[in-house]
């Protein structure tokens, strides 16, 4: 019987760690090994006379286990971890998921009931007479998991099943015949079979299987590290290039990592890396590790070495390619890649077009590159040229995506010309008129005092205005600063001020106290500029714009939310969802561009923006920043 009830408590524990989730179980990985191993010995000494004696009648019990000295040890081994697993899923409840805790919360409820009934099992040791009721509690603790396994999935029952089923199929097709073969080899050597003996046999070979099984990948492993230590190392560099191509859009990063394994791992004299420069029509070294005479830092893209290279389309060696330098093509091939200090030189090809060109000096132990090292730099050459094309693609598309912020910045600023040309014309005309009265007035004392204070104001708000529409006009790099996003948001208020009091639109500012939160403040001013100029567009005239700014707790996290709602006309339902998207527009001069931009600028602040709409009520824009990005 305590074949079985030795491992109950390592399982349980094993269990457990399990249904917690992954992290739990990777960080007390060690514990479970451990707990195990404990069994086990506990296992062994279960068929000596140290773990169990026999059994004997006891307070009225006609078969109870008579212990031996290992069994106490045992039983506080069992206590441990019972009262262990119990703490720990107790200390997880509250971290984990809704889901999650439904599931624990049965296994909390099956392992009240099953423990408790499995520990006074203990009690008459201690001569405390207790009804033999611990065997049928621990059967309800089968029968509370598995109804979680069923009806809440505690655990993925589908596996199980599957697996199950690999080792039933696997059973028949190979153990079958084997005890097949079994018992006619007891029959044929020993004229008799014994059944202990073939049951035996058959639980050896099937214990086996599965260590097998589970043994064999750290058993291959082992011996490619210790005995094919170059296959193990090929492997290794393989899966770090391929890492790096998956991990990097920034081309620099890319050829910095890849250039120190090539030189690290296949001991590389020397890298470098051309790509092709389809303005100069060339192949431009891009970057390079310890190179120091070449020369050849471009190749114009009707070289004869080019063309050869982008038909052969593979990887070629300069030693190899010496043998037959009696044809001139090959000829001027083998003097190119000398004069690139290439021993190697592998074409990056892109849909049967060369785009790249990565060159290797020579090994430094003074080897030949091996099969083994072609084929590595072939996969990674095709790799590379993805990657490659793919960080070529991303940068065009930082580009456009700058020049549509540009020409957005532009768009917005021309909305606002007329207002901005009628506020800036108040106060020079203000200045043009005391300059006029100068002539007459000028011994008027109190005159100059207030002409000198009137004209120095006007000449303020003139200055500010402008400095204003240069700051937000101005193609600057984003910087992102602690910044106050209501300080952000009066910045703009000049900006449309004019054209609020033109269309009769009041606006209103709810602004609360908000933490200091990590922006770049020019385009923070051209996410809000975008969403009130469609704000006055939707009302027309006679109006209300209210901005109201607060903090909020998110996930845990501390955010500042800005929210902006007019009472416009409202966006149909049917194009809510359509509005972020580029080019989209219901105006008939817009470009499509405002709200698709803002919503990029947002996402680059890991932020978030939202809109509701009433049709003929209004809308609202909610864009929440974390104060830590």
């Given at each position: ?33 451990a ?14 006379p ?26 506080l ?8 697993g ?7 409840f ?23 009934g ?5 009690l008459?040791?201690f ?25 809440h ?10 697996k ?22 007891q029959r ?17 070979l099937?214990l ?6 589970k043994?064999?990948?750290e ?14 190392e ?24 890849a250039?120190n ?26 970057a ?41 093509n090959?000829?001027?091939v083998?003097?190119r890649?000398?004069?690139l200090e ?41 790799q ?7 960080a070529r ?10 020049l549509?912020?540009?020409?957005d ?26 300059l ?21 104001s006007?000449?303020d ?7 204003e ?5 101005k ?7 602690m ?20 269309r ?20 923070m001013k ?30 845990g996290?501390?955010h ?16 809510l ?8 527009t ?18 680059d ?13 209004g809308?609202?824009?909610v ?7």
């Amino acid at each position: 019987m305590y074949c079985g009830a030795i491992f109950v408590p390592s399982s349980f524990v094993h269990l457990i760690f399990s249904a917690s989730g992954i992290n739990l179980y990777a960080r007390n990985k060690k514990i479970i090994i451990a707990t195990y191993i404990i069994s086990i010995i506990f296992f062994i000494s279960n068929f000596t006379p140290l773990f169990v004696k026999g059994v004997r009648e006891r307070l009225d019990f006609k078969y109870f286990t008579d212990p031996g000295i290992l069994f106490s040890v045992f039983g506080l081994f069992y206590l441990f971890n019972v009262i262990y697993g119990f703490y720990k899923l107790i200390e997880e409840f509250p971290r984990v998921s809704a889901v999650k805790r439904n599931q624990l919360k049965y296994m909390y409820i099956a392992s009240i009931v099953g423990f408790g009934g499995a520990l006074s099992t203990f009690l008459p040791m201690f001569n405390i007479k207790t009804p033999p009721v611990g065997y049928y509690l621990i059967l309800s603790y089968t029968l509370i998991v598995s109804y979680a396994i069923v009806k809440h999935q505690l655990l993925d029952i589908e596996i199980v099943i599957k697996k199950g089923m690999i080792y039933a199929y696997l059973s028949f097709l190979i153990y079958v015949p084997c005890m097949f073969i079994i018992i006619f080899a007891q029959r044929y050597f020993f004229g008799q079979t014994n059944t202990y003996f073939s049951a035996m046999v058959f639980c050896t070979l099937l214990l086996a299987s599965l260590v097998f099984l589970k043994l064999k990948p750290e058993i291959e492993d082992y011996i490619e590290r210790t005995l094919f230590k170059r296959k193990y190392e090929y492997k290794k560099t393989l899966r770090e290039l391929s890492e790096i191509v998956i991990s990097f859009l920034n081309e620099k990063e890319l050829f910095k990592k890849a250039g120190n394994i090539l030189t690290k791992d296949l001991d590389a004299e020397k890298v470098s890396f051309f790509m092709l420069n389809k303005e100069k029509k060339a192949y431009t070294l891009r970057a390079s590790q310890y190179l120091k005479k070449t020369k050849a830092k471009e190749l114009p893209q009707q070289d004869t070495f080019v063309t050869w290279l982008e038909e052969q389309g593979q990887a070629v060696v300069k030693e190899v390619l010496e043998r037959s330098v009696d044809d001139p093509n090959i000829k001027h091939v083998v003097e190119r890649l000398a004069s690139l200090e290439s021993e190697v030189c592998i074409p990056l090809m892109m849909r049967d077009h060369l785009i790249g060109i990565i060159n290797l000096g020579n090994k430094r132990s003074g080897d030949m590159y091996s099969h083994e090292d072609l084929d590595l730099l072939t996969h990674f050459a095709a790799q590379a040229s993805v990657a490659l094309e793919n960080a070529r693609l991303y940068q065009e598309m930082q580009r456009t995506q700058q020049l549509m912020r540009r020409t957005d910045r532009l768009s917005s600023l021309g909305s606002l010309t007329a207002g901005l040309a009628h506020e800036i014309r108040n106060p020079l005309v203000t200045v043009k008129t005391f300059l006029d009265l100068v002539p007459i007035r000028y011994k008027d004392e109190e005159f100059r005092g207030e002409f000198l204070k009137l004209t120095s104001s006007e000449v303020d708000r003139l200055s500010k205005l402008v400095s204003e529409l240069l700051e937000f006009a101005k193609p600057a790099k984003p910087k992102f600063r602690m910044r106050d996003i209501n300080q952000i948001i009066e910045e703009i208020i000049p900006l449309i001020a004019v054209e609020a009091r033109k269309r009769d639109i009041a606006i209103e500012k709810n602004f609360r106290e908000t933490p200091r939160t990590k922006l770049d403040a020019d385009q923070m001013k051209q996410v809000f500029l975008n969403i009130l100029l469609n704000a006055f567009e939707a009302i027309e005239a006679h109006g209300t714009i209210s901005i109201t700014s607060r903090e909020i707790h998110k996930n845990g996290t501390q955010h500042v939310q800005v929210e902006v709602a007019d009472t416009g006309t409202g966006i149909p339902k049917k194009i809510l969802e359509s509005i972020f998207d580029p080019f989209f527009t219901t105006k008939d001069k817009g470009s499509g561009l405002g709200l698709s931009i803002t919503h990029q600028i947002v996402e680059d602040h890991h932020g978030t923006i939202e809109v509701a709409s009433v049709p003929k009520k209004g809308t609202t824009f909610v864009i929440t920043i974390p104060c830590k990005n």
